[in-house]
């Protein structure tokens, strides 16, 4: 079956091109894509060569990751039902993850059109809500899993490192939760996107050393510290802040550079936990909560860009040559 996808081809090389998939069988799905949501931190490691496999970085000696079918998360019209699904009809919107390729490095890819899905990777979409908020229900489940991971109270101190779209719905995941939120990043224009109401506050590190605002506002220590960027020296340095018995919630991808002493937090007691890819049972959570106005999408979109100018896309993401967060490829 002939579609068409976005492609890296090479390090910091991206087209759109026809690719080919599996004939459907009658346990998948064919979606045709209307929109799809890029993972701005994710694709990117990909697009760089930076990852290989999910949340395995590329290390020297590895073979490139190339060609890829880039993306996991998009939202379209379901196009045909194979004969052992009786739950979906043609013609329903619904959200996919990731469909079947051939071809590439890896048999699977998100920004594809149609998309032949298995029917675990399809979610029907509720009626009455613009579907395009649920576009990023991937991502948002990261955020919301790193979010809901970790013990804390209703009124509890909780700081988010890191202003993309991870580290947004994991902020608003700990509100919802009753947490008294910090949001540390460096863009002003993001950390407004969040910090619009009580018990939501934000720190622009490159305006203010975050770990001494931080202590000022909460001097009994916080429960909770999330880091969604991927530093080491973000892990190290929210110990110092964190209570007896606190959360240290790892969101963020390392690279190779991921080394983390145990000793020191043993002194606090700390918990560590790490979050990682996607479940149906999360991703069935992330969507009610999506649906009931509890973790906000649409005002995190900036840009819209037709799939055939998806370069474009890449390069102001990369460049950040003007305010870019949530980017939406239109098919």
Not at 201 to 229: C, M, Y
Request: with cysteine; charged share 20%; net charge negative.
């Amino acid at each position: 079956m002939k579609s068409k996808a976005v492609v890296f081809t090479a390090p910091n090389t991206v087209q759109y091109q026809e690719v080919n998939c599996p004939e459907p069988g009658p346990d998948d799905v064919v979606v045709q894509i209307t929109h799809s949501w890029i993972s701005n931190g994710t694709e990117g490691s990909y697009m760089r060569g930076e990852r290989v496999d999910g949340d395995t970085p590329y290390r020297e000696g590895d073979p490139w990751p190339f060609p890829v079918v880039t993306g996991y998360q998009k939202i379209g019209k379901v196009e045909w039902v194979g004969a052992n699904i009786s739950d979906l009809v043609v013609g329903e919107t619904v959200f996919s993850t990731i469909g079947r390729v051939d071809g590439m490095h890896h048999w699977y890819g998100g920004q594809v059109s149609p998309s032949v899905c298995g029917r675990d990777d399809v979610w029907k979409l509720p009626e009455g809500i613009e579907p395009l908020a649920f576009a990023a229900m991937v991502l948002a489940q990261v955020g919301y899993n790193a979010g809901a991971r970790p013990a804390i109270r209703i009124g509890e101190p909780a700081v988010v490192v890191g202003d993309g779209l991870v580290g947004q719905w994991t902020a608003q995941t700990l509100a919802w939760r009753g947490a008294d939120v910090i949001l540390v990043g460096h863009h002003d224009y993001r950390l407004a996107s969040f910090a619009n109401r009580p018990f939501r506050h934000s720190i622009n590190s490159k305006q203010t050393e975050w770990l001494e605002a931080v202590q000022v506002r909460f001097p009994d220590g916080v429960q909770v510290v999330v880091d969604t960027v991927g530093s080491i020296a973000i892990m190290e340095a929210a110990q110092k802040v964190l209570k007896r018995f606190g959360h240290l919630v790892s969101a963020g991808f390392y690279r190779t550079q991921d080394r983390l002493a145990l000793q020191p937090p043993r002194y606090g007691e700390l918990t560590i936990d790490l979050v990682s890819g996607w479940t149906r049972q999360r991703m069935d959570e992330t969507l009610r909560l999506i649906a009931g106005g509890h973790l906000a999408t649409l005002p995190l979109i900036t840009h819209h860009f037709p799939v055939e100018r998806a370069a474009e896309a890449w390069r102001v993401i990369e460049e950040k040559s003007e305010p870019v967060m949530g980017v939406i490829l239109d098919w």
